[in-house]
């Protein structure tokens, strides 16, 4: 008996359902969860009418359960939208978790101040976990969004991976501090990012905890990913 989940002999050849498969729940518990759904919106009867399957399979699938590929098929050709989820949307928000202040300092957020921003959602299924630190400055970067991300590192502990790198490091019981980060001898030394004051310093061995600078965005990034009324004058 071939289960749904575990596709042997000719199945495996198959590159055709294969890839078919990929589009459908992964596990038992996706499956049920679909099942479900799909009871709610077409009832039971309905569904063993329109695809032909026993009641018993019916309720395997509810108590995630194995059937044949032959009878999940049945059902998947006769709901074929049933068992996608949703299309993820092309912008998302990206949190923001404070501001960087004088280029280094990080304060919280004041209530007139946004706690997310509009983003591509690719940049955030490529970076998370990924979040952003709002950019208070005198300059016209003011309002631009530095965004940090913890993918691909050792987080917990400065390490070779920080040196010559913009970083947001996170001392026990201080404010995170936002500088440069460089090897020197036995201790890695944290810089301001434009004067080069020294502003941190720990040594090789270390549980200070760290994120990876990788863009500053304007804030008005996504601003036209929708339609707007082309008499308003953006902000």
């Given amino acids: ?93 990206l949190p923001i978790l404070g501001q960087i202040v004088n280029e280094s300092e990080i304060q919280v957020l004041n209530p007139a101040q946004p706690t997310s921003l509009k983003v591509p959602t690719g940049s955030i299924n490529i970076w998370k976990p990924v979040f952003g630190y709002y950019y208070s400055d005198k300059s016209h970067y003011d309002g631009c969004v530095h965004i940090f991300t913890t993918k691909n590192i050792n987080s917990e502990t400065i390490n070779k991976q920080c040196h010559n790198r913009l970083v947001m490091i996170y001392p026990k019981d201080l404010s995170p501090i936002y500088a440069y980060c460089h090897r020197i001898e036995d201790t890695y030394k944290f810089f301001h990012t434009i004067t080069k004051e020294e502003l941190f310093t720990c040594p090789l061995k270390n549980n200070l905890r760290w994120s990876k600078f990788v863009a500053v965005v304007p804030f008005n990034l996504m601003e036209f990913a929708k339609p707007v009324d082309n008499n308003t004058v953006p902000m």
């Fill in 1 to 93: 008996m071939y289960n749904t989940f575990c596709f042997i002999g000719r199945y495996m050849l198959n590159n055709t359902l294969i890839d078919y498969m990929k589009k459908a729940p992964q596990t038992l518990s996706d499956l049920s969860y679909y099942i479900e759904l799909l009871i709610k919106e077409h009832s039971t009867k309905d569904i063993i009418d329109k695809s032909g399957i026993d009641k018993n399979v019916l309720y395997r699938l509810q108590n995630k359960q194995n059937v044949t590929v032959e009878n999940y098929l049945k059902i998947r050709n006769a709901f074929p939208n049933a068992f996608r989820p949703e299309p993820e949307p092309d912008v998302s928000d």
